[in-house]
């Protein structure tokens, strides 16, 4: 299982990225996939969730209305829509898939684990 992340970089403050996450190795319509953070010093953080319809998801009080989710089962291809990035959102962002049902932040709920990609927000 490749869970490979995309799309990280500078931006500054008040602008937008789009990460991207394409899958290998799953079929990963069966998935429940999650995208966490972790910032220098800081917890690894669930921020964002979507179930394997993509019916449902979940967001943290700390991106919520800002980021969005996101999933192309066709294309095997998560994506994180995130607006309005402020300094406290730059850290490493990975993107993790769970088989088991309901949205979660939890990282121990997640069986895989993509590697990250550095996003930095800063002027």
């Known amino acids: 299982v490749q869970l490979v992340v995309s799309g990280g970089g500078l931006v500054q403050p008040g602008g937008s990225l789009i990460l991207s996450c394409l899958a290998s190795?799953?079929?990963?319509?069966?998935?429940?996939i999650g995208w966490f953070r972790q910032a220098p010093g800081k917890e690894r953080e669930g921020i964002s969730c979507i179930t394997s319809s993509g019916r449902n998801t979940g967001y943290a009080d700390s991106v919520k209305g800002r980021f969005t989710i996101v999933r192309d089962n066709a294309k095997a291809t998560l994506y994180l829509q995130m607006n309005s990035l402020r300094p406290e959102d730059t850290a490493i962002y990975y993107c993790?898939?769970?088989?088991?049902?309901?949205?979660?932040?939890?990282?121990?709920?997640?069986?895989?684990w993509g590697q990250g990609t550095q996003v930095t927000v800063s002027s």
């Open positions: 993790n898939a769970k088989t088991s049902r309901g949205l979660s932040f939890k990282p121990l709920k997640y069986d895989y």
């Open positions: 190795g799953v079929t990963l319509r069966y998935y429940t």
